[in-house]
């Protein structure tokens, strides 16, 4: 095959400027869009081989005995990587940061993320490994008959040195590591498809078409080098190609079982196992789901890393406003497999083309999540232990109030809250808690009149927890209410026929007849744990108040209420399930609630603050802090249905959505705004978004 030699932008360091030259495919076969590949002539030529043990690479008798291969994804898998701290954050902030090419590289783009410190370098990184996994990898090791791969979706230029830096500290001997040679590779539109009725495929007319449409956007712009087309590499697709390699190389091999975190690429490699077994690569296909604890790295060694991304984002927008190239980064070699029956299997479809985009400028600025009662750090390590059900420790010196009672029923009262019924039993050990414990009243910043309901921001409130609910076993809370001055008493009376009901030494209730039966008054002895700011625990409301009254006046005190905007349940997230989908804010869709007074009489009072939550996220220069997002003019689902009946096809709902989704990705791709003067792109687009789905098999059928 012959080459020519083209230069493209890469990024080697947190700078915008390194270029390296690689060879380029002249093939006109419909892959050979890339015009940067390369093409092996053997395993080790691939470019996502980064390092390969000798025994392999010289092809020795020993891989003849090579039955079985392990794949071993590396983040948040084999090494806990560290991801933008949502303490830390704004989550729209993380969203932008995390995407790729949208502030300065990303942050997977970027070599600070994988630099944890002279530190965790010195320890070998330890506490940052998955060490059950690591047991795994060594018994892979040791297997002969195995293969062991790390394979990552690292950017090659970016982390390699690094990436086997760290392997090689913790002494793990990999026989391959592999890892993703591109982010995005430069694309050239071929010249036949200027032609809009050249070809004859569904995927030739597509192709025409975006063409066309990409060709009419360009022809509109004032600068060249917008012409600039990338595809986007995405990580699954060059997993599944590498993977093809070697299970081509090495034919002995039989069963593969792969390691990973992310719940797509593993529905995606099962269904690419059940390809390998029908075409009789594979006799057995394993995918394992691995779900372990983030971990973020020190807080100032963060922010210093995403000022220096953002630093980097606003002078490649200041370039880019005087007229300077565009960025883009992570270019590299895109992989060309060697192998014929490759061709065919569709393995980089779907087809993502990305056209550099003006960066706009990124400000960073405090952000209010929400306004709420707040909690300090003697209250949250109680509920810490609680939302992760793990063995209480001593209280200790904090049961001074407390002397009379014994340790056991204090620990059992204070530092464990029952789980839902619905939950016990389950090993909720490893399920994610908030950043902190809080109560929501309202998002955002609290408006003067909501702010003067709740008491003012810095007035104190006492939170009593009522009770316990769960959501679709996968999240629970803790239902609060306010106390009002009338709850503040260490006796509560209540109106009962007959029985006198106290409270015995053990916590549980104690029931007499006093009386005729009718119409007694009866007392229940209700005890009270409350835990101040500061950790210190006190069993009545009057201890409570006298130490609290002898460090400041009582007549400069504020006391708040708590009170929902919104109407919604008052509560506190305590543990989700976020590997099943669970995110914090799911728990406002709990509405079924266990009291958690029926198998106890203690009333469990939090002291907290009214405050407002603030994290840093950004202001977008172009947009502005609130901009509007604009109204669509075009209906793209009308004229989707209407092509679908021009087609004599009936279009499932689920498929329908799929189609219009992706219109709209290729909308923000071309920067085609939804107005009613592109209703002619809009509809092109739909045509042949609509056609490729048909193509592939959609669940669609004909009219009969």
Request: glycine share 6%; charged share 25%.
């Amino acid at each position: 095959m012959q080459s020519t030699q083209t230069t493209i932008q890469s990024v080697t360091s947190n700078t915008f400027t390194p270029s390296v030259t690689i060879a380029a495919s002249s093939n006109n076969s419909s892959n050979d869009l890339i015009t940067t590949t390369t093409t092996s002539s053997s395993l080790f030529d691939h470019p996502c081989v980064v390092f390969a043990k000798d025994w392999l690479r010289h092809g020795r008798p020993e891989t003849t005995r090579l039955t079985k291969v392990h794949v071993f994804d590396f983040d948040q898998t084999l090494f806990r990587s560290s991801l933008p701290n949502p303490a830390l954050w704004d989550a729209s902030f993380i969203g932008h940061l995390i995407s790729w090419n949208t502030c300065g590289p990303g942050w997977w783009q970027h070599p600070g993320t994988l630099d944890l410190g002279p530190e965790a370098e010195a320890s070998s990184y330890d506490g940052w490994w998955n060490e059950e996994l690591i047991v795994e990898v060594e018994k892979s090791i040791k297997d002969e008959e195995c293969l062991t791969i790390l394979l990552t979706g690292r950017n090659t230029l970016i982390y390699k040195e690094r990436l086997i830096q760290i392997v090689q500290s913790k002494r793990l001997e990999f026989d391959l590591i592999a890892m993703k040679p591109c982010t995005a590779a430069r694309l050239e539109p071929r010249q036949d498809f200027k032609n809009s009725n050249a070809g004859s495929s569904r995927n030739d007319n597509r192709n025409n078409k975006c063409t066309n449409i990409m060709n009419h956007k360009i022809g509109k712009r004032k600068h060249a080098k917008t012409s600039e087309v990338y595809l986007k590499v995405h990580t699954f697709n060059v997993k599944q190609e590498f993977l093809y390699n070697v299970l081509y190389e090495y034919p002995t091999i039989q069963h593969m079982r792969i390691w990973d975190d992310r719940a797509g690429q593993i529905q995606k490699f099962r269904v690419a196992g059940q390809q390998w077994q029908r075409k009789g690569l594979l006799k057995e296909v394993e995918v394992i789901e691995v779900n372990i604890s983030h971990r973020y790295m020190d807080p100032e060694w963060e922010k210093k890393l995403v000022y220096t991304m953002v630093d980097a984002h606003n002078q490649q927008a200041d370039i880019e406003a005087k007229g300077g190239a565009f960025w883009v980064s992570g270019v590299g070699i895109m992989p060309k497999s060697r192998f014929q029956e490759l061709e065919d299997e569709g393995i980089w479809n779907p087809i993502e083309t990305y056209i550099p985009q003006k960066r706009a400028h990124i400000t960073i600025e405090s952000v209010v999540q929400y306004t709420g009662v707040q909690f300090e750090e003697g209250i949250q390590s109680i509920l810490k232990r609680s939302a992760l059900q793990t063995p209480r420790e001593p209280l200790e010196e904090k049961m001074n109030e407390l002397k009379n009672q014994s340790e056991s029923e204090i620990k059992k009262s204070v530092a464990w809250i029952p789980l839902p019924k619905a939950l016990q039993g389950q090993d909720t050990s490893r399920w994610d808690i908030p950043t902190e414990f809080h109560v929501t009243l309202c998002l955002g910043a609290a408006v003067p009149e909501f702010q003067e309901v709740i008491g003012g921001l810095g007035a104190t409130v006492l939170v009593e927890i009522e009770a316990v609910g769960e959501l679709e076993g996968k999240l629970w809370a803790l239902k609060v209410r306010g106390l009002e001055d009338r709850d503040m008493t260490d006796q509560t009376e209540m109106t009962e026929s007959t029985a006198e009901i106290t409270a015995t030494e053990d916590g549980e209730r104690k029931q007499s007849i006093t009386g005729d039966g009718t119409n007694m008054k009866a007392t229940m002895a209700t005890k009270v744990t409350i835990i101040a700011p500061n950790g210190e625990i006190y069993s009545t409301f009057k201890s409570f108040f006298s130490a609290l009254y002898s460090t400041m006046d009582p007549s400069t005190m504020r006391y708040g209420r708590v009170v929902s905007r919104k109407g919604t349940t008052p509560h506190i997230t305590m543990a989700m399930d976020r590997f099943r989908g669970m995110r914090p804010s799911m728990s406002n869709k709990v509405t079924e609630w266990e009291s958690i007074h029926p198998t106890s009489t203690r009333r469990i009072i939090l002291v907290g603050t009214i405050a407002q939550k603030r994290l840093l996220g950004i202001k977008l220069q172009r947009l502005g802090h609130l901009a509007a997002v604009p109204r669509p003019e075009v209906s793209i689902a009308e004229i989707v249905k209407v092509h679908a009946v021009e087609k004599s096809i009936d279009l499932p709902g689920r498929d329908l959505g799929q189609i219009i989704k992706q219109v709209q990705h290729e909308m923000v791709r071309l920067s085609i705004e939804n107005k009613t003067v592109n209703i002619g792109l809009i509809t092109a687009l739909v045509h042949s978004t609509f056609d490729m789905a048909l193509g592939n098999n959609i669940s669609a059928t004909a009219k009969k």
